[in-house]
């Protein structure tokens, strides 16, 4: 075996112990669900049109929530209007509006900045429509912010509900090439991101920030958030609190297309950290140098690198558990999306045709 590939695998283990180890003692205690005496919290919950499941993650979460809590629900259809009012039985304090499409070219951030007028506490927190949140979740997270005193909080999130193959290979990508990064940056600190499933940040801040809408063309407007709120002197709390997300019925198409954009957007946002990322493929080069020229050792490397992978990927407490095939897939696959995500290529996000790294003007009839 040649010396870069050496390197290559050498690193690569070194690289997988460490930031399972990072992982399991960043999450290995999961924080007290907290007394009664937290401080009232306006939840964002803009829903996503035509998502499966979107309105049954809705009522879960409604039933976590607590007195003097304000929920704002952004949707897209009169019909899904309809869906969330019958859910007041669970939670009184509900807010629904039906949102102007493509007011902001950013979907998502469209609902939110409609929402934001309404939102009367001082700490808000957005929660995809795909996010499974529970009662004593919630209390966590409350419990970590309160404690934290930050001026936003994020959340790590695992993929539950993973139907199809490319939802599984979706869910073990996240679990080996998302939050091993994010336990690197946080240990050596302090975090300038965040994580758009779960997007907490003080309304005093965010208003002084400009509002939702300073990020509305942004495609990852999670990055931009985290690094406008730290660049104003704020604080971002990372909490050891892992939420789930319903992956569904994932198709291929869905899955590239959100793999080009997680590994194009990386390049835009971390241009030296994508850069060295191939340091950390040794499992899938290993692979192709024994396809290319057989041999016990390259082999045995990459035997023990999917083994070290497995384990890696289970690191994240709550979530399923990954089959040792899934894990071996996603791994070798990295390589590809990598490159990918260099060419000078438009990435596809709710259905449209975006740029790589700010969005056009939606065109009419906006998705999501």
Not at 344 to 355: I, L, N, Q, S, T
Request: with cysteine.
């Amino acid at each position: 075996m040649r010396w870069p590939l050496a390197l290559v695998c050498g690193f690569s283990a070194i690289f997988y112990l460490l930031t399972r180890s990072l992982l399991r003692r960043w999450l290995r205690d999961q924080p007290d669900a907290g007394g009664e005496s937290f401080p009232p919290i306006t939840f964002f919950r803009p829903i996503k049109s035509g998502e499966p499941g979107a309105m049954d993650g809705l009522a879960m979460f409604l039933r976590g929530v607590r007195p003097g809590d304000q929920v704002l629900v952004g949707v897209s259809t009169s019909a899904d209007a309809e869906q969330a009012r019958s859910l007041r039985k669970i939670f009184e304090d509900i807010e629904i509006l039906v949102c102007t499409p493509g007011l902001h070219p950013n979907p998502k951030i469209n609902k939110l900045a409609q929402l934001e007028p309404l939102a009367r506490n001082d700490l808000w927190i957005s929660l995809d429509s795909d996010t499974r949140l529970d009662g004593p979740c919630l209390n966590r997270l409350r419990n970590e912010w309160e404690t934290a005193g930050t001026e936003a909080l994020t959340a790590p999130y695992f993929f539950v509900e993973t139907e199809t193959l490319p939802a599984r290979l979706d869910a073990a990508g996240t679990a080996l090439g998302l939050w091993p990064g994010v336990a690197i940056l946080r240990a050596v600190g302090p975090l300038t991101t965040l994580f758009g499933a779960c997007l907490g940040v003080r309304a005093t801040t965010l208003r002084g920030l400009g509002g939702w809408a300073a990020v509305a063309n942004e495609l990852a407007e999670d990055h931009a958030l985290g690094h406008a709120v730290t660049t104003s002197g704020g604080r971002v709390h990372l909490a050891s609190t892992a939420i789930p997300i319903r992956a569904g019925r994932v198709q291929a198409r869905e899955w590239i297309a959100h793999q080009h954009r997680a590994f194009g957007t990386y390049h835009q946002c971390d241009p030296a950290g994508a850069l060295g990322l191939p340091l950390t493929f040794g499992a899938a080069f290993s692979f192709l140098a024994f396809l290319i020229r057989p041999s016990r050792r390259t082999l045995g490397w990459h035997v023990l690198l999917v083994g070290l992978r497995v384990r890696l990927a289970d690191a994240l407490p709550g979530g399923p558990r990954h089959r040792p095939v899934t894990v071996w897939l996603a791994s070798l696959v990295e390589p590809f999306f990598w490159l990918l995500g260099r060419l000078p290529m438009d990435v596809h996000w709710a259905g449209w045709r975006v740029g790589r790294k700010k969005i056009a003007p939606c065109p009419r009839g906006e998705k999501g």
